[in-house]
């Protein structure tokens, strides 16, 4: 009998959580949705490539929207059965709270395994995909799709005007080059021809200009004794592209495998920035698994509220829980790296508060009581 209704409850938590994960993750992609059409339309990038990036960006999607779909795919399934008087049916074939456990437990340990593999092995692949994959579109195609006559700001931080384009080779003539990446000391370059060309060394682009001057200035504009004119026969400038996948400089902490991490923590001093960010990204990684746990096993005891009006309530509350997790859990992360907290605690800190969280609507659930002290006076409020 347990083995059927095991089975009858993970069939119920499969439906929602499948649409859940199809819903959260379109939702979030929709996000980068225009970076992508701005590849295709801007960029000329080939639609295979666009294909292969999205590939690539799913694992990392996913660390966030599988968790999120678990727990509403819980939290949604057995306030069903509840709502359906089913659970009260269990209860009274003898079936106890306790009981009915296994089999979102098991649900839950999946959920959070498969989230472990993301963020261990998934998401640094994706990502290192992604970039890698965008770095050899730069190599085919210099010029990037890069328009003649019209002010480009593409580039991060830099303005760039070409009155000439070549069709092939990314030859430039007549550039105007406004490089604000420096705030304190902006610039503007102009040059009468240039080049656009894929640096190996620094994985970048690189924009070598021909005959022309730079123009600097400082950051009071009446302070004329700051200005500075330089005339050159050869300029290097690199330009940053595709700011979501390819960076340069380096591979980021989140491109890292755990042995790179733990190499660079070896390496780096105590306290340093690069040590501080790889200590975050090494303990987040297992910290969101085991958050995506904590959801699911919260979850139960919302949807298992056995008070008729406390049903709605159960599911705003553990939708707001949800949300304050990982506010709790991205503002955790940024105070880390600002040097405020340590940060192989910080990634821990919504997973230590909110163990408390799923302890006591655990107890009070296990004990048949409003799930929040004080809940019957809303019910008249929430009662549908």
């Known amino acids: 009998m347990p083995a059927i209704i095991y089975r009858y409850l993970l069939l119920e938590i499969l439906p929602p959580f499948g649409v859940g994960l199809l819903g959260f993750t379109a ?5 980068r949705l225009m970076k992508i059409t701005q590849m295709i339309v801007v960029k000329g990038v080939g639609l295979v490539e666009v294909l292969q990036t999205c590939l690539y960006l799913l694992p990392y999607l996913l660390v966030f929207t599988l968790p999120m779909a678990a727990t509403v795919g819980i939290l949604l399934s057995l306030t069903r059965l509840s709502v359906d008087r089913e659970v009260m ?35 640094p692949w994706g990502q290192q995909a992604t970039r890698d994959l965008l770095a050899n579109v730069a190599k085919k195609r210099a010029d990037l799709g890069l328009q003649e006559q019209v002010f480009n700001t ?59 001057y730079v123009f600097r200035w400082g950051e009071e ?32 902490e989140s491109e890292m495998s755990l042995r ?7 390496h780096e001093p105590a306290g340093s920035d690069l040590y501080n960010r790889a200590m975050v990204e090494l303990n987040q990684r297992f910290a969101m698994p085991v958050g995506a746990l904590i959801l699911c096993l919260i979850a139960m005891p919302l949807g298992l509220s056995h ?11 553990g939708l707001a829980l949800f949300l304050v997790y990982y506010i709790i859990f991205t503002a955790s992360w940024r105070l880390a ?24 609507l655990w107890y009070r659930s296990v004990k048949e009581l409003p799930l929040l002290p004080g809940a ?8 549908t």
């Open 260 to 266: 790179e991490l733990v190499i660079r923590l070896r």
């Open 221 to 252: 504009e009446k302070d004329l004794s700051r200005w500075q004119v330089v005339d050159f026969k050869s300029y290097r400038l690199p330009l940053q592209i595709f700011s979501f996948g390819l960076k340069g400089g380096g591979r980021s």
């Open 337 to 360: 790296v600002g040097f405020k907290i340590n940060p192989a605690l910080a990634p821990w800190t919504s997973d230590f508060l909110f163990i408390w969280v799923a302890l006591f």
């Open 376 to 383: 019957l006076k809303w019910s008249g409020f929430f009662k």
């Open 154 to 212: 593409d580039f991060q931080g830099l303005m760039l005007f070409a009155n000439q384009v070549s069709s092939r080779g990314g030859g430039l003539k007549g550039i105007f080059v406004y490089d604000f990446r420096d705030q304190e000391n902006p610039s503007t370059v102009y040059a009468q021809s240039g080049q656009l060309s894929y640096d190996e060394a620094q994985e970048s682009m690189m924009m070598e200009l021909k005959d022309g």
């Open 27 to 31: 939702i979030v992609f929709l996000g």
């Open 89 to 123: 049916a269990l209860k009274t074939a003898g079936m106890s709270f306790m009981q009915l456990l296994p089999p979102i437990l098991a649900f839950s340990l999946a959920a959070a395994g498969v989230t472990l593999m993301l963020t261990v092995f998934g998401s």
């Open 307 to 317: 008070r008729q009006q406390g049903r709605t309530w159960g599911l705003i509350v």
